[in-house]
Each structure stands twice: as C-alpha cells, then as structure tokens.
C-alpha cells in the first residue's frame, strides 16, 4: 500500500507563522488552498490505484470477504425492508397498523446488530489485507475532517514599513528575513521536485492507457461477436460469452480508471507548478524587505560611525578652547577636563541607545546608570569632595608648606579635583626648590593624610656641635655653651613657648619646653664631642626667591 504523500499541505501550512503582511497572508492562502487540492487528488487517485491493483488473498481473508458480502447482503435487506414498511404504515389501518410499527422496530433493531457485524468483518477483513480501500478512506476520512475542524489561525496581518527600531532590532528582523526566505527557498525546490517526479511519470501513464485502449477495443469486439453468434442461433458456449462480458467489463472499468489516473495527475502537476510560482512570489517579496532592512542597518551603521567621529572632534575642540597658556601648556584646565568627560559620556550613551535602543523601564535604567557611574567615578567623587575638606579650617592654603605622600613643598594651587604644590628639599635643607611641579588628586584628604608646617609656631631645633680637646674637663665648657645659648636664643624660646601655648590651649595639652638641650658623646679618639640644640623661627630661615 502506497502512503499518500501529504507534504504540500504540510508544508504550506508550515509556513503560517511568516505570513505577517496582508500579501503574504494572500500568498499562505493559496499555497494552503494549492496543497489541500493537491492531497485530495492524491487520496483519489490511490483509491483509484488500491481497486485497479489488488492483491493476492490469505484464505483466512477469502473467508472474511465472504462473510462481508453475506453482511452487506444482510444490511441491504434490512434497509429495504425498513423501507417497504415505512411506506406500507400509513396505508394500513387499526391492528395491521400496530403490527407493521412492531415488525419496524424489529427490522431497525436487526439493521444496528448486522451493522454491527459488517463493521467487524470490515475491521477483520482491512487487518488481513482483504480490503486495501479501507485504509485510504480511512485517511482521507480523517483529512477532511482536520480540514473541517478549523483552519490554521494566521497572525495579525501588519502592513509593511521600513524598520525603525535600534540596530539590534533590524538586525534581527534582518535574520528573521534571512530564515524566512530560506524556508521558502525549501519549500518551493520541494513543489519543483514533486512536479519533476510527476512529469517523469506521465509519459508511462499514457502508455498504459494507450495500450488499454487497444486492449479495451479487442475485448469489447469479441464480445460483440460472441454475441451476434448467440442471436444466429449457432452454437456457442453460454460461459464464454459471461466471461466475454465479464472481461469486458473489466476492461472498461481499467482504462476508465487509468483515464482518471492520467487526468488528475496532469492536475496535480499543474497544482505543483503553481504551487512553486506562489512561492517564488514570496521569496521576491522576502528579498525586497530584507533588501531594505539591510539598507536601514547600513544607515544606522553610518550614524554610529559619524558619532564616533563627532566624539573625537568634540574632544580635540574642547581641548583647544580650555588650553592653557604657553607656560602650562602640559594639561587642560578643569573645566576643560569635566566637559570634555561630559562630552564623551553623552556620546557613548546616545552611541549605546543608537544600538540597544531606548530603555523602557527608565526608573530601573537610571537606577543602574546611577551604580555604575558611582563605581566608574570613584576617584572624581572622591576627589571632589576631598576639596572641600581642603578648602575647611583644617585644610590648605596658597603659600602653605606642606608634605603629601612623602613629597614636600609649597602651595601654588587648590582646585576642584587637584593641588598643585611647587617641590622643595628636604626640611633640614632649608626647603630649597627643586623646581618640579608635583600634582596631586584630591582624594588624598580623605583616603590619606598630609601634613602642613605652616601652622602658628613655625619653629625648628638647630643644632650645635662642639669639640672638647682631650685632657680638659668637658663640665665647665658644656655649661659655658649651654648657658651661652640660652642667652642667644632667650628671646626666641619666649615666642615660641608663648606660640605653642596659645596653639595647644584649645587642644587641651601641654606645651613643649623651649629649654636648650646638652648631650655629650663618648671620646671617640682622643677628644670629646658636645651638641647643643635650641628652636629658631623657620621663617626666619626661608632662603630669598633667588
């Protein structure tokens, strides 16, 4: 038994989902419409091909078909009967009426028991392989009913327009195109394929119905003679004229058959063929579209790239605009900098939109932008809020001495984000300039320390060496400088222990004590060495600006 190909209406209505456009709609309907014809004409012609072809019977199907034929037999009686009877009840009258309604009820009752019973032998008889229609009736049974049962539920049909969107949506629209097209390609090279196998079988078929032409004619003219010998009274066999007519028949009934067999498979190419034009229709529709999605992506692409090259040329205007002078000519001024951040932040978000689109759960969107600007501006934050502890009471100013991460200098500027400090010697140099400039973020008031000599009681400890011959007594010498020192530094000693005191009221500490200090070290040789430290003003020892 040959299965009856249903792919043409499969394939059809596979192709539902891409029907978007009213005109692709239009063109889903007549590939459906094609490919239902095309199936129908299959079923027939394999009922036709089930009854011209059949097979050798099993015994045990021989006596299944007999028991069919006595079934049928049956049932056909039984409807007649319900059928003289019906038609004999309203001319009866009294008792005759009464029994015929009885003998009625008793036929019906009988025809659902023989219906029965052919229903079984029929199943019986198609489990055998006595009846090769019933499995093809079976099918086309169940065809019609899924046709019956509703068609496949299209999608809202949406005109075409050149997509808009962000460039991650055209694109995939873009592929989106790209499948459609290649599942139609598919479809349509199937309908080609099918009608190439049906023409190639065409040529066998009118053979076959030529020659049962022939066939038909040569048997129809025996019989013809068979029976003018029968009307002339000559002898001749009353079997062999039944079998004449019998083969007739046959024959009638084989070349009818391959007539309808050749007719409706010229149909069924013909359902092919324009199956695969409808198909080639949408296919070019389909390459129009993705035609013009691939011309919007192009745009969009152009656009990205022309914001790229805005953000550069933005950023070099900014830069020529807040340079410094030709003396500071290493860096951009603030505002500069923030502008140009500014600048190049709202480029790569109008950049980012460009590609992912507009978001459309804003509150959630700023809220993450918010995060990660916080994270990405760590530094700038902290920077900026470590300028206004710079700028407090406890803070810097122009001119202040002071030692930032190791490095000492004067104050030459505090801005917004940085201090800028002028690099001198070490302090027991006498602060001497290097002059480097050393820059410094801001972020340093908060996340380290500093710290500022010029503070009131701006004092340093100078120091003293003597050296004591051998053989003389060191006390009296040492208490000779000693007390020479106090006198030289008397006046000294009084204004700073005064400053101090006055500075480390507030802080509730005690003073340092401005008393000049001896120290004495062992003989190294042959002499003795004596040190004496006493403060003296640290601006009186800053050095001229030469």
């Known amino acids: 038994m040959r299965v009856v190909d249903e792919s043409p209406l499969q394939t059809a209505r596979s192709l539902a989902p891409f029907a978007i456009t009213p005109q692709e709609q239009q063109f889903f309907l007549q590939a459906e419409r094609l490919g239902n014809h095309a199936v129908d004409l299959a079923y027939t012609d394999a009922l036709l091909m089930a009854l011209d072809s059949p097979r050798p019977l099993s015994p045990e199907a021989v006596q299944l078909q007999a028991a069919k034929k006595k079934a049928e037999a049956a049932v056909e009686a039984d409807q007649h009967r319900i059928t003289q009877l019906t038609r004999d009840i309203p001319l009866a009258k009294g008792a005759e009426q009464d029994s015929l309604e009885d003998q009625l009820d008793v036929v019906k009752a009988q025809l659902e028991l023989d219906q029965d019973d052919l229903d079984d032998v029929a199943a019986e008889l198609e489990a055998a392989g006595g009846d090769p229609q019933a499995k093809v009736r079976r099918l086309k049974a169940a065809h019609e009913a ?78 013809q003679n068979f029976g003018q010998k029968g009307q002339k009274g000559q002898t001749s066999e009353e079997g062999t004229s039944k079998e004449a007519a019998k083969a007739t028949v046959h024959a009638l009934r084989r070349h009818m058959a391959d007539q309808r067999l050749l007719s409706d498979l010229g149909k069924r190419i013909q359902d092919q063929k324009e199956l695969g034009e409808v198909y080639e229709n949408w296919i070019t529709l389909t390459k129009i579209h993705s035609r013009a999605t691939l011309h919007s992506i192009m745009k969009t ?84 809020f470590g300028w206004f502890v710079l700028i407090g009471k406890n803070g810097l100013r122009v001119g202040d001495w002071v030692e930032i991460k190791g490095v000492g200098g004067e104050v030459v500027e505090v801005g917004l984000l940085r201090t800028v400090l002028l690099e001198t010697g070490n302090w027991s140099d006498a602060a001497h300039p290097t002059g480097r400039r050393v820059t410094f973020a801001n972020s340093f008031a908060i996340e380290g320390h500093f710290f500022n000599f010029s503070t009131s009681g701006q004092w340093m400890w100078d120091e003293v060496r003597a050296t004591i011959p051998a053989g003389q007594d060191p006390y009296p010498i040492i208490a000779s400088i000693q007390k020479l020192v106090e006198e030289q530094t008397k006046a000294n ?54």
Do not use: C
Not at 306 to 328: K, Q, Y
């Open 301 to 384: 692409v152009l656009l990205i790239m022309v914001l790229l090259l805005a953000i550069l040329l933005g950023g070099r205007l900014i830069d020529r605009i807040f340079i410094r002078t030709e003396e500071d000519r290493g860096g951009t001024s603030t505002p500069g900098t923030i502008l140009k951040f500014v600048w190049r932040v709202l480029g790569t978000f109008t950049i980012l939109f460009v590609i992912v689109g507009m978001p459309t759960q804003t509150s959630t969107i700023l809220g993450l932008v918010g995060a990660g600007l916080t994270v990405a501006m760590k530094d700038f934050i902290v920077a900026f």
């Open 493 to 546: 000693a009084e204004l700073a222990e005064t400053e101090w005191q006055r500075t480390t009221t507030r802080y509730r500490v005690h003073a340092f004590s401005t008393v000049p200090g001896i120290h004495s070290s062992p003989p190294a040789k042959a002499s003795r060495s004596a040190s004496a430290t006493s403060s003296r003003p640290m601006k009186a020892m800053k050095p001229a600006a030469a």
């Open 146 to 223: 899924s046709d019956r049962s509703g068609k496949i539920a299209l999608p809202p049909a949406m005109p075409w327009v050149a997509p808009t969107g962000s460039l991650l949506n055209k694109t995939g629209l873009w592929f989106d195109l790209k499948r459609k097209s290649a599942k139609l390609a598919q479809a349509q090279s199937e309908a080609r394929a099918r009608a190439q196998r049906m023409t190639d079988r065409r040529p066998k078929l009118v053979e076959r119905v030529e020659k049962g032409r022939e066939a038909r004619d040569a048997v129809k003219q025996k019989a």
